[in-house]
């Protein structure tokens, strides 16, 4: 099918009374017809229960005129058009580059235009990878290349006197006190040009040249790759402006400590808390010598608010069950669902059950690309359904935090302000999204009531929300979390709460979400860890709060610690079963078998054909598994491609018969009469609904769940 339509809505999540509004770009200008439905299911994969969504009668029903909206990639820095700025004459500009891909087209460090009038001047590196400085439509150039990923410190200068222009590229040392890099590789270029004069009116754009402007920056071009510090303009002897990207360093803000205070904003969210030209390796937390991360790396793909305006909007009806919900648009033959969530008002939930929405690992895994090329882990790479098509067909719609930039740098933020095509029902893979809406199936085929809760909830208003929920279940693979999320999830489970984990690889990274951008959660994959790419050093901490990054494990708090298993391997050819242990006669875990006779649990499902599977966990108590839980039952049946994670060896080995890569199912008692029930697989939910639900599984669950809900007080000793 040719997906001609896509769309968002802001917020991801709302209650009732309520607004949520949806942001819709066509190719074709026909009308489309907009529904909202209850999504039910969303897995139509294989041996899955498949495409189950209800139709809700809604304000937003209706026809809508289809547009193209545009997305505009590429980060830059804006400082509004200042009197101070216009009508210089003699100028320099002065700065610090680091460029990551010099040579691949003309990229812009600093610009002053006024793009309508073809006035101004720009300084940047040429097509062919040499400084260059472009006034009112002249460009002069270095002849020389910029070195890959090396600071150069540069300089253009004008003087008004004799229309002479000047540009200066020194590569600095990249390693103190080495002789041999002390050489004078300086690189000077004088020549002649006309009268020139700044413009009025005009924005200085960092990191991006404005390409269409009438009193707002309307689109940017020729964005820079790289690094950017301490840029500086002078007006003949007289500083004008020194921006100092060290400064607040969380926010969008950039700081000039000039005298004209021509502060700036950033745009699309380029990456702070980066290690600046002076920075000696001596710290390696931005918080301990800001002077020594004053940069700021550009990318020209960056992207965090796609910036489209609503098309339609809804607000939540009073007495809206909380759920999973979705704006279903179609247009012709096309279609497309707009995922949201629907949670209780604040203080009034409507049932002794969360579900735990991991928002986090979406935005973790949206638009993920690295699936979509040849791959050991994915096979040929190719596209599986419209969805995966349309992601190839528009790079603009940005990348995962698995992900690369042009430059090969890392991906480190991630939003829900863009069209996300793995977080739709239908048409994907079943991972992430789709696959926890087998959880919400069962429960639907339970008639069990629950409330929704999402991660960005969660972040914003920790254990308060979790505590009038008796039980809180989590998503297939919970993979991502805050700080302030795992305090909360720790703060409900030391008052009594019960959790149940119903994943795999979960708790694994820590991430930071922005106070500053709704919606955005930024990563650093720091020194350990199955990851697609790796933090450069001295850049561990998070921009955003300046924590450090990385694995929880390694960070002191387990996931071990708080569900009682963690990350023990991958694998994603087929999927096992588990097979009870003696831990499964304790008296204690009685009521998770009751009904259940069969030793061999969960040899069927939807995904990879068993309930232990893609990714696995198991109880060790050397990484702060609790010592009084209980091993119910461990898996088996897997292939060889099911492999221990990396972070657990200190050098390379061949495959073996490895007894640490399985899956553990593991219950254990909590103070204050909490409980906490663990799956240890992302394959479990996927088993629920075999043989109509009819299944070991589904009754361990069903079991586990009753329990749970149950008011009486769990006893490590009953």
Excluded at 591 to 604: A, Y
Excluded at 612 to 623: T, V
Excluded at 657 to 678: I, T, Y
Excluded at 697 to 713: E, Q
Aim: hydrophobic content about 35%; glycine content about 12%.
């Amino acid at each position: 099918m040719n997906k001609t339509l896509t769309g968002y809505c802001d917020p991801l999540s709302a209650s009732p009374g309520e607004t949520v509004h949806f942001k819709v770009s066509c190719e074709s200008t026909e009308d489309y017809e907009v529904e909202i439905v209850r999504v039910i299911c969303g897995d139509d994969s294989v041996d899955a229960a498949g495409l189950i969504e209800h139709v809700v009668p809604s304000e937003a029903e209706g026809r809508y005129p289809g547009r193209r909206q545009q997305i505009r990639t590429g980060s830059f820095g804006l400082v509004e058009a200042a009197e101070c700025l216009s009508g210089i004459g003699d100028f320099s500009v002065e700065v610090f580059v680091y460029p990551t891909a010099p040579g691949r087209g003309r990229q812009t460090i600093l610009s002053l235009c006024q793009p309508e009038q073809g006035r101004g001047f720009a300084l940047g590196i040429g097509a062919d990878g040499d400084l260059e400085l472009w006034l009112d439509g002249a460009r002069f150039a270095s002849g020389v290349a910029l070195q890959v990923s090396r600071w150069h410190a540069v300089a253009a200068r004008y003087q008004a006197s004799d229309a002479s222009v000047s540009l200066e590229q020194r590569p600095l040392p990249e390693s103190p006190g080495n002789d041999l890099e002390a050489r004078d590789d300086s690189v000077r270029f004088a020549g002649a040009s006309g009268s020139f004069e700044t413009p009025a009116g005009a924005p200085l754009v960092i990191g991006a040249r404005a390409s269409v402007f009438e009193g707002a920056i309307v689109a940017t071009t020729e964005h820079f790759n790289g690094k950017i510090e301490a840029p500086r303009i002078h007006a003949g002897n007289e500083l004008v402006a020194r921006w100092d990207f060290s400064l607040e360093m969380p926010s969008q803000r950039i700081v000039d400590q000039g005298p004209h205070g021509l502060d700036g904003h950033l745009y699309q969210s380029p990456t702070r808390a980066v290690t600046g030209h002076n920075w000696d390796g001596s710290v390696h937390a931005w918080t301990q010598a800001p002077d020594q991360y004053a940069a700021i790396h550009f990318h020209d793909d960056d992207i965090v608010d796609a910036g489209w305006s609503t098309d339609f909007s809804l607000v939540i009806p009073q007495g809206l069950a909380s759920g999973i919900y979705a704006a279903r648009l179609r247009q012709g033959a096309s279609e497309d669902r707009i995922t949201f969530f629907v949670r209780a008002r604040p203080g009034r939930a409507t049932s002794k059950l969360a579900l735990l929405v991991p928002t986090a690992s979406y935005l973790a895994y949206a638009n993920y690309r690295l699936r979509l090329v040849p791959n050991p882990i994915f096979g040929d790479g190719g596209p599986k359904g419209s969805n995966d098509e349309f992601l190839l067909a528009h790079p603009e719609l940005g990348s995962s935090l698995y992900d690369r930039h042009s430059d090969y740098s890392g991906v480190h933020f991630s939003s829900r302000l863009r069209p996300i095509q793995n977080l739709k029902s239908g048409g994907n893979r079943a991972w992430q999204f789709p696959a926890d809406t087998n959880l919400v199936a069962w429960l639907h085929q339970l008639d069990q009531p629950y409330d929704v809760v999402t991660d960005e909830d969660l972040h914003r208003e920790g254990e308060a929300l979790l505590a009038p929920y008796r039980c809180v279940m989590t998503g297939t693979h919970p993979e991502y979390t805050s700080s302030a999320m795992l305090d909360a999830v720790e703060g409900y489970l030391h008052g009594g709460g019960r959790l149940m984990y119903m994943g795999g690889n979960g708790f694994y990274w820590r991430i930071a979400w922005s106070d500053d951008l709704a919606g955005v959660i930024e990563v650093r994959r720091a020194e350990d860890g199955t990851r697609a790419w790796i933090a450069q050093p001295g850049e561990y901490y998070h921009a955003f709060n300046g924590e450090y990054g990385g694995l929880w494990r390694r960070i002191g708090r387990s996931p071990n610690r708080l569900v009682g298993v963690g990350f023990a391997a991958q694998g994603f050819d087929h999927s096992g079963y588990y097979r009870r242990t003696p831990g499964a006669d304790d008296p204690r875990a009685a009521f998770i078998f009751r009904g259940v006779d069969e030793e061999i649990i969960g040899d069927f499902g939807s995904i990879g054909g068993g309930a232990a599977g893609e990714e696995i966990d198991r109880y060790d108590a050397r990484l702060g598994s609790p010592r009084h839980a209980l091993v119910v039952a461990t898996s088996e049946g897997h292939g060889e491609d099911m492999l221990r994670t990396k972070e657990e060896y200190l050098s390379t080995v061949p495959y073996f018969e490895d007894p640490k890569v399985r899956a553990d199912l593991v219950f254990f008692e909590c103070p204050n009469g909490g409980a906490v029930f663990s799956t240890g697989s992302i394959a479990w939910c996927g088993s629920l609904g075999h043989n109509n639900g009819d299944n070991n599984v589904a009754r361990i669950t069903s079991n586990v769940l009753h329990r749970f809900l149950d008011a009486s007080p769990f006893d490590p000793a009953e």
